[in-house]
């Protein structure tokens, strides 16, 4: 019964930063030896992993989103956040937060959220 959600702004305007929040439920974001991602998909393109924050605390990020990409979590709520700064319109997409792990069929995932879509316009 495990379920993400993310939630932020669906507008953002060029040169600021994008936020949101991923809450989780019916598992706890410290338990081992999962990793808490982020996804992205733009519009007519593939899935883009981000990056993540693992049980531990510790984060990993795509080497071509590190310098503009902070993951960090609240374990009092139990959510991890993600912020992407000098956000352009190529920054427009669905972004996903996922659980990873287990790989099966596959994939490391077994549960996503539903995702959110974000537009960078001014």
């Known amino acids: 019964q495990v379920q993400l959600q993310e939630s932020g702004p669906g507008l953002v305007k060029p040169s600021q930063t994008l936020s949101l929040t991923c809450t989780v439920s019916?598992?706890?974001?410290?338990?081992?030896?999962?990793?808490w991602s982020w996804i992205r998909q733009p519009p007519g393109k593939g899935l883009e992993w981000m990056g993540a924050?693992?049980?531990?605390?510790?984060?990993y990020y795509s080497p071509s989103l590190k310098s503009r990409t902070s993951i960090s979590r609240d374990t009092s709520k139990n959510q991890f956040t993600l912020q992407l700064s000098s956000v352009t319109p190529e920054d427009t997409a669905v972004y996903y937060c996922?659980?990873?792990?287990?790989?099966?069929?596959?994939?490391?995932?077994?549960?996503w959220g539903q995702g959110t879509q974000v537009t960078v316009s001014s």
């Open positions: 019916g598992a706890s974001i410290t338990t081992n030896y999962y990793y």
């Open positions: 996922a659980r990873g792990g287990v790989y099966r069929d596959g994939s490391p995932y077994d549960y």
């Open positions: 924050i693992a049980y531990n605390g510790s984060t």
